[in-house]
């Protein structure tokens, strides 16, 4: 069951994983970390929008659509989701530990820049 923090709900690196697994997936994760932790070590498929580019973002993404966001301890994208929901995005979800906690949990990662999915947005 996620955790709520600061009225946000929370996962852990396994609820994420278990998320990221399944086929049927319609969740958006997104990686806003700065570019160079992005191609130092990230979760694979998932796109980088820098937490800086998040603010234009949030005018083209769906607000219908579920969303997790990643960074590098879960503060900054802790503080981007909290963003998204003052902006009425009522499905954002922060990773909690984040990549820290993804990779002492042993998980896959990738390194490099990728082409991460397509980002649905509004039209």
């Given at each position: 069951?996620?955790?709520?923090?600061?009225?946000?709900?929370?996962?852990?690196?396994?609820?994420?994983?278990e998320?990221l697994?399944?086929p049927?997936?319609t969740?958006v994760v997104?990686?806003?970390?700065?570019?160079?932790?992005y191609?130092?070590?990230?979760?694979p498929?998932i796109?980088?929008?820098?937490?800086?580019?998040?603010?234009?973002?949030?005018e083209?993404?769906?607000?219908a659509?579920?969303?997790?966001?990643?960074c590098?301890?879960?503060?900054r994208s802790?503080?981007?989701?909290?963003?998204?929901?003052?902006?009425g995005?009522?499905?954002?979800h922060?990773?909690?530990?984040?990549?820290?906690?993804?990779?002492?949990?042993?998980?896959?990662?990738?390194?490099g820049l990728?082409?991460?999915p397509l980002?649905?947005?509004s039209?």
């Amino acid at each position: 069951m996620a955790q709520l923090i600061e009225g946000i709900s929370h996962l852990n690196a396994l609820q994420l994983r278990e998320l990221l697994a399944r086929p049927d997936r319609t969740t958006v994760v997104i990686d806003v970390r700065e570019p160079e932790e992005y191609e130092a070590a990230h979760i694979p498929g998932i796109p980088l929008i820098p937490m800086g580019d998040m603010i234009d973002k949030v005018e083209t993404l769906d607000p219908a659509q579920e969303y997790v966001f990643v960074c590098r301890s879960g503060r900054r994208s802790l503080e981007v989701a909290k963003y998204f929901q003052s902006n009425g995005f009522d499905r954002v979800h922060n990773f909690l530990g984040g990549m820290l906690d993804w990779q002492s949990e042993g998980l896959e990662i990738a390194v490099g820049l990728e082409e991460g999915p397509l980002i649905s947005e509004s039209n």
